[in-house]
């Protein structure tokens, strides 16, 4: 490996022993890296950094700052082992991250979404999906929280559901009104679930695997513009995250 990949081990590995997961930034840097020695370099150079935080041409301003970003901090780990290192300035594609504005959904709406998963092919895949939105709304956890429960999370008899890796990977037990224990124990005892009624995930999909968000994301799509739910403004979009959102304020 070059200097600059080992260089780049070991600051993973250091930021990890932190508690930092570092996932995007191992993917990000190991771009960088890979940019850096096709141009023949062996140390960090702004000017390399720069053109590399540029890519693709015409990308979000939001985008190229947090790339930069990225090697900026890696720049300066690498400048206590490496004098030849030069550290991009942060007044380099400065950026300002744009909240969106929370699209807060009305009772209504969410009944209409659960509704709407009738138009889902498959009684299970319906179950699931109107299992879910009603979960979020209900509990206010996050969309990742929710299809990372196993089913040992949730315990009907204490009315509970433990999310283990939370934000931060922290842990964090949240209460159930009775209505929703009911609702999660005739979701786990539907007839027509897929493979072993013991599977790990809470939330499976029709091959009784975990759901995952790339599979989500286009089905609450679907089912937003069956419902003719639409944006309210360019920054107020309707999320699935917003579920949460719509919780806290009411």
């Known amino acids: 490996m ?22 995007k930034a191992e993917r990000l840097l190991g771009q960088f890296v890979t940019f850096a020695e096709d141009r023949g370099e062996t140390h960090v150079r702004t000017e390399t950094a720069l053109a590399w935080a540029d890519l693709p041409c015409g990308a979000d301003v939001i985008w190229t700052s947090r790339r930069l970003a990225d090697v900026r901090l890696f720049a300066r780990h690498m400048q206590t082992l490496d004098p030849m290192t030069e550290v991009p300035p942060r ?18 709406e969410i009944a209409d979404l659960m509704r709407a998963t009738a138009i889902l092919r498959g009684s299970h895949v ?16 996050r969309i990742g929280e929710a299809i990372g429960l196993d089913r040992d999370d949730f315990d009907a008899g204490s009315g509970m559901v433990t999310i283990r890796h939370g934000k931060f990977d922290k842990a964090r037990a949240l209460p159930l009104h009775p209505s929703t224990v009911a609702a999660l124990n005739e979701y786990l005892c539907r007839d027509d679930r897929p493979g072993a009624r013991n599977t790990s995930p809470l939330l499976i999909s029709s091959t009784a695997k975990r759901l995952r968000y790339t599979g989500v994301q286009p089905i609450f799509q679907k089912l937003l513009h069956h419902c003719g739910i639409v944006a309210r403004s360019t920054r107020c ?6 579920l949460r959102h719509s919780f806290a304020v009411s």
């Not at 007044?91 to 209504?108: F, I, K, V």
């Not at 319906?126 to 956890?141: D, F, K, N």
């Not at 979009?237 to 917003?242: A, G």
């Open 2 to 23: 070059s200097n600059l990949r080992n260089y780049l081990v070991d600051y993973l590995s250091m930021r990890r022993a932190l508690g930092y997961k570092m996932d």
């Open 91 to 108: 007044e380099l594609l400065p950026a300002r991250g744009r909240r969106a504005t929370p699209y807060l959904y009305t009772a209504q």
């Open 126 to 141: 319906q179950a699931t999906y109107r299992t879910l939105i009603g979960l979020l709304a209900v509990s206010g956890m």
């Open 237 to 242: 979009r309707p999320r699935i995250h917003d």
